[in-house]
């Protein structure tokens, strides 16, 4: 096949791709397994569905994979802000992503609460995600809300951060989330979840016109 017609079957495949809904941004991040992207815009999701959560002592910790193939599955609500969140940092990305000369990174969003009275310290750089055969330890934090920085969060407060991950790190895959001593061993469940309603999503996209 000549160069010009692998271009144009190129741009045919592509032109064939369902597109996102009207406002929809395009990921700063790149997704681990296209394979697994549905279209935006006709998932039911809550965050708290796809959310990932830790309990050390008094602190609670929540990560959620802000990667293509699992926020397309959120309400059109939802799956905005998470990715005008990302968008939000695309500069700083894409720095980060020059510094490493990785082909992609892994992005998360990650919060930090307490229900205890007084004040609970975390250690932003103990979050660590073991995933296809290695530890994944953030390349980055990017802290979000103002008080990050100081390491402590109030009670019914929360500080949250997008953290940076190798790209290698394949959220399609099983994976255990730990925080010092505390671990997260119920991803292959919520990836469960996320699988029926790709499966859901697939359906609603394909009976519109």
Do not use: H
Request: net charge positive; charged share 20%; proline share 6%.
């Amino acid at each position: 096949m000549t160069r010009a017609a692998c271009l144009l079957a190129a741009g045919l495949a592509v032109a064939c791709l369902p597109s996102p809904p009207s406002g929809a941004n395009t990921p700063v991040a790149a997704t681990t397994d296209t394979l697994q992207v549905v279209p935006a815009g006709f998932g039911t999701l809550k965050q708290d569905d796809i959310a990932i959560r830790v309990s050390q002592f008094g602190l609670r910790v929540r990560a959620i994979p802000l990667d293509e193939s699992v926020t397309r599955v959120l309400s059109p609500d939802s799956y905005t802000a998470l990715s005008d969140l990302l968008k939000s940092q695309s500069a700083r990305l894409a720095e980060l992503s020059r510094r490493t000369a990785l082909p992609r990174l892994s992005v998360w969003y990650v919060s930090f609460f307490s229900q205890e009275v007084g004040e609970a310290r975390y250690s932003p750089l103990e979050l660590i995600i073991t995933n296809v055969g290695r530890d994944f330890r953030p390349l980055d934090v990017i802290g979000l809300s103002p008080g990050f920085g100081l390491q402590r969060v109030r009670q019914r407060e929360v500080q949250s951060a997008l953290y940076v991950f190798d790209g290698q790190l394949d959220v399609n895959q099983p994976l255990v989330v730990a925080y010092e001593t505390a671990r997260a061993t119920n991803w292959s469940v919520i990836l469960q979840r996320i699988e029926r309603e790709r499966a859901l999503v697939r359906s609603r996209a394909g009976s519109r016109p």
